[in-house]
């Protein structure tokens, strides 16, 4: 009878989380964390405070660990295997997009490095006040090592002149700089593989606004397990930027009839960038 029970919860919560997406259980989930972070930051504050010899501090992973805890190099060598504790890549110390491209390069942190022709960083101004984020390189790109540079490079090219934007003022990327073999959507674990980069550029970038182009980015991007219909329309945050979403070029050139709602979709944005940019100025 509780085994019965304990699926039709299961089922329920399924079916609420389907209909009201993430949010519904990001409260409950954070305390939780929060817990067990706290207690885990008591103990290895009470194993450290104790030796007498202290070198140098060492960051903690991003978590509810909110300090820095000051450990001797033997207490060190044995934490630094603890799962909330990871050293810095070079990368991430990167002052400029050019310094940062060449250090991630040649990145085979998932399997799409093996099958790729040309690693796709990203193209347009390193100062942007917007930012345009897509899937994925496609075979053109795959082959130029450039984004968007195909049929929907083409298509997204006309979209931005259209709203007042020139390809060269904005700054185009991807979640994954790969091409996904047969221009399949790339798999979780790839854009996880991925995404610290693109948020590494949006750090060094500070754009303003971020137009996802496509579904596939904006889960990725925005982490959010809802509908295009859904998305569409509505303004997020990330990194301090405001993010809209619309359909990806490919799909338009797909399907035809969607440009009407896409049209509408970028007036939306230009509209947001001008009170944002133009009203006020960028910081």
């Given amino acids: 009878m509780k085994e019965i029970l304990k699926k039709q919860l299961i089922e329920v919560l399924k079916d609420q989380k389907e209909i009201f997406g993430d949010e519904l259980f990001q ?41 820095l805890v000051f450990i001797s190099e033997e207490k060190k ?44 960083f990203g193209s347009g101004n390193p100062n942007a006040d917007v930012m345009a984020i897509g899937e994925g390189p496609g075979a053109d790109e795959d082959a130029q090592g450039l984004p968007f540079v195909g049929r929907a490079g083409k298509l997204l090219t006309d979209i931005l002149k259209a709203i007042k934007f ?3 003022e904005v700054y185009i990327a991807n979640i994954v ?16 593989s991925c995404m610290p980069y693109l948020k590494k550029q949006i750090e ?9 182009l496509g ?33 990806h070029p490919a799909a338009l050139l797909r399907n035809p009839n969607w440009k009407r709602d896409c049209w509408e979709d970028v007036k939306k944005f230009r509209k947001l960038y001008d009170d944002l940019i133009l009203s006020n100025g960028k910081n």
């Fill in 77 to 120: 060598t044995k934490l630094e295997g603890h799962s909330f504790f990871e050293k810095k890549e070079d990368w991430e110390n990167s002052k400029n997009l050019e310094e940062l491209n060449k250090l991630i390069c040649n990145c085979q942190k998932c399997s799409l490095g093996a099958t790729r022709n040309k690693f796709v």
């Fill in 177 to 192: 700089k790969c091409r996904p073999p047969g221009n399949r959507t790339p798999l979780p674990q790839e854009m996880d």
């Fill in 204 to 212: 060094l970038i500070k754009p303003r606004l971020i137009l996802c």
């Fill in 166 to 168: 020139e390809r060269e």
């Fill in 27 to 67: 409260d409950n989930l954070l305390k939780r964390r929060t817990v067990v972070a706290e207690d885990t930051k008591q103990s290895i504050y009470k194993d450290v405070k104790s030796h007498s010899k202290v070198s140098e501090p060492l960051n903690l992973k991003k978590s509810n660990l909110d300090s």
């Fill in 215 to 247: 579904l596939t980015a904006a889960h990725g991007l925005l982490k959010k397990k809802d509908s295009l219909t859904n998305l569409r329309g509505k303004v997020f945050e990330f990194e301090n930027a405001k993010v809209m979403v619309t359909f």
